[in-house]
Structure formats: structure tokens, C-alpha cells
């Protein structure tokens, strides 16, 4: 059974930085599509980050420069590295998995089959 979990959200002021985590349990990087999404007050989720079996990322425009995901395989974990933070950052942060095989695409526009219970960011300016 898949499990994931999100952790490290918080409140900081803007050009603060933070780190997400997602504990990940019952799957393998190697066969997931993995992704952070945020839903901001009064707005549609949004796809933040994508990274794929292979390590190919993904990020929307507006993180892109700022914004790191990667894949901690001895820990079990996927991180989400923000930095620079705006205050349009503050949202809701959710880690999400899918099935992925090589040559399928893992970005925002994947049905997720998977996801964590969200972590909250807010920044401050």
C-alpha cells in the first residue's frame, strides 16, 4: 500500500528558503512519477514539481530557479528545496506518485493516483 507523508512546512519571510519532505512507503522511485502540487487560498491545485523514474524534473514557470525536487533513494524520501520565497508561495504543498514507465511523461498534467494530506507554507512579506 502507498504511503506518503509530508513534513518541513512552516512560516518565513519572504526570500526565506524551506525544505518539504515526503516519506514515501510502498513503492519504488524507479516505477513512480512523483510530484509536488500547491493549492493556494481560493485557487485551483497547481502542479509545482514533477520528477520521473529516470530523474527528468519538471517545474512550473513561476519556481523554476528557485525550486528544486530530488529524490533521497537511502531515505526514502522526496524533497522539495524552495528558496527565494514569495509570498504567492504560501499555499498548501502535496506530494503525489503515480505509475510511471520510461518513455510515459510526469509533469502537472498526470492523473495522480496517490497522494500525501499536505503540508502549509506561508510567507510573510
Known amino acids: 500500500q502507498v504511503h506518503l507523508a509530508e513534513s518541513g512546512g512552516d512560516s518565513v519571510q519572504a526570500g526565506g528558503s524551506l525544505r518539504l519532505s515526503c516519506e514515501v512507503s510502498?513503492?519504488?522511485?524507479?516505477?513512480?512519477?512523483m510530484a509536488w502540487f500547491r493549492q493556494r487560498l481560493g485557487k485551483e491545485r497547481e502542479a509545482v514539481a514533477a520528477i520521473d523514474g529516470n530523474g527528468k524534473t519538471y517545474y512550473r514557470d513561476s519556481v523554476k530557479g528557485r525550486f528544486v525536487a530530488a529524490k533521497d533513494n537511502d531515505k526514502d524520501t522526496l524533497n522539495l528545496q524552495m528558496d527565494n520565497l514569495k509570498p504567492e508561495d504560501t499555499a498548501m504543498y502535496y506530494c503525489?506518485?503515480?505509475?510511471?514507465?520510461?518513455?510515459?511523461?510526469?509533469?502537472?498534467?498526470?492523473?495522480?493516483?496517490?497522494w500525501g494530506q499536505g503540508t502549509l507554507v506561508g510567507v510573510v512579506s
Open positions: 503525489a506518485a503515480d505509475l510511471w514507465l520510461r518513455g510515459d511523461g510526469c509533469h502537472g498534467g498526470v492523473d495522480f493516483s496517490y
Open positions: 510502498g513503492l519504488s522511485f524507479r516505477g513512480y512519477c
